[in-house]
């Protein structure tokens, strides 16, 4: 173990620099001993939810000065990173659970950091999107990470419209009070025959991964209240290859549409599948005559 932790602490980890640290999604052994090292040499820690990290901190005998940057504050609180990184200091950033910035604060964190001319070094480590991945099997080659879905229903509908030709496989997070709302949702948008994962609780006691066709998924959740517990992470199959591709100019056609008018639509589908834009054009006057009449 000393040998392990002197590894960590071999690598040089320079003043007013930025460290985004993975912590663990559950299992507090998930840990790396990299981030031990960073988390323990570091001058103030940047955090999602402050108590939470002291907590989490608290469990490997370490704690640190502390500097709340959540969704609501990236951008201020980033300021106040920059100027402590400016006086030689060095940062680390964590978020409540996983890796920073994946539907997580952080993102903006680091663009500020960056655009102020200073390091940010990423420190890699447990992720509820990776480990999901991981366990899903060899249908998935490739995949989409989309993370949370709209809420509200006409906006997912008009997401998953964009997704739904999508040759890889899509990666969602959900809640549990909207995941049997949200694979009914998918079922609905994306078809019933597709594969599922609906990975939950993954890394602690009550994990568990459970495979099965879209179609099944919302019944397969309704048939145990426990299975409607705790976090979730849905993995599901990409589109099939044969694909008829006027499917899938409709579907962004549609989408298009819905802000845009039929000449910018037929021009930014035209640039983004490679069809030609007189076509889309015909093609999109066609769908929008139902909503005129
Ligand atoms: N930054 C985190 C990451 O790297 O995975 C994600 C944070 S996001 C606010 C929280 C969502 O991630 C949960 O609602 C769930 O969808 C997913 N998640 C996080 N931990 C999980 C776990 N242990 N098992 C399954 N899903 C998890």
Redesign the pocket.
């Known amino acids: 173990m000393l040998q392990i932790t002197e590894l960590a602490a071999r690598q040089q980890y320079p003043a007013g620099t930025l460290y985004v640290v993975?912590t663990p999604?559950?299992n507090a052994a998930d840990i790396t001993v990299r981030a031990l090292h960073v988390l323990s040499l570091v001058d103030r820690i940047a955090a999602e939810d402050t108590r939470n990290t002291a907590q989490l901190l608290a469990r490997y005998g370490i704690s640190k000065p502390s500097i709340a940057v959540h969704e609501h504050n990236e951008r201020s609180a980033a300021e106040r990173v920059i100027e402590h990184l400016r006086s030689g200091e060095r940062v680390a950033c964590v978020?409540?659970?996983?890796?920073?910035g994946?539907?997580?604060p952080g993102a903006r964190l680091v663009d500020a950091v960056r655009e102020a001319g200073l390091a940010v070094v990423p420190l890699p480590g447990?992720?509820?999107?990776v480990t999901?991945l991981s366990a899903a099997g060899a249908w998935v080659n490739g995949f989409t990470f989309v993370g949370f879905l709209p809420a509200k229903a006409k906006q997912r509908a008009s997401q998953l419209r964009t997704l739904a030709h999508h040759p890889m496989a899509l990666v969602f997070?959900?809640?549990p009070h909207r995941i049997v709302e949200t694979t009914r949702a998918l079922a609905d948008a994306l078809g019933g025959e597709r594969q599922l994962l609906i990975?939950?609780?993954?890394?602690?006691l009550h994990e568990s991964l459970h495979r099965c066709t879209l179609a099944e998924g919302p019944t397969w959740l309704e048939g145990d209240a426990n299975r409607q517990r705790?976090?979730?992470?849905l993995v599901v199959e990409g589109a099939p290859e044969a694909e008829d591709a006027e499917d899938a100019h409709d579907a962004l056609l549609l989408t298009l549409l819905e802000e845009l008018s039929v000449k910018s639509a037929a021009r930014i589908a035209a640039t983004l599948t490679g069809a030609p834009r007189n076509a889309l054009y015909e093609r999109a006057l066609q769908l929008k005559k139902p909503a005129q009449e």
């Not at 447990?126 to 999107?129: K, L, Q, R």
């Not at 705790?230 to 992470?233: I, R, T």
């Open positions: 993975a999604i559950g978020s409540d659970a996983g890796t920073p994946i539907s997580d447990p992720s509820a999107v999901a997070y959900e809640a990975a939950r609780e993954l890394t602690k705790g976090e979730f992470v």
